[in-house]
């Protein structure tokens, strides 16, 4: 199971896709407590971030990465795109779920 992770316009409209899906090595360490925002991503539907997100989300994004070494490059990816996103206006990190 994976996501589909894509930046959207304000309009919806995709401006970015990942090359394939976003697939953990273990997507149960998503339950984590600790995450202000990875906890509550939906493996099944959809989970949009916002300008308001991007710090919180890029922080634990980072803490995932040194829990899933073996994720690391897709995690970056992951991490890149919600900086693009942090630098620009009207612009959203949308993870589409199976």
């Not at 925002?37 to 634990?60: C, H, Q, R, S």
Request: proline content about 3%.
């Amino acid at each position: 199971m994976g996501w589909t992770v894509i930046i959207e316009d304000e309009e919806g409209n995709a401006k970015k896709t990942m090359p394939g899906e976003f697939i953990l090595s273990d997507e149960e360490i998503l339950s984590n407590e600790n995450f202000r925002l990875l906890k509550y991503v939906d493996p099944y539907g959809d989970t949009t971030f916002n300008a308001f997100m991007f710090e919180d989300l890029i922080k634990d994004l980072k803490e995932l990465k040194t829990l899933l070494p073996t994720d690391k490059k897709q995690i970056d990816t992951v991490i890149n795109y919600a900086k693009e996103c942090n630098d620009e206006i009207h612009t959203y990190l949308k993870l589409y779920g199976d």
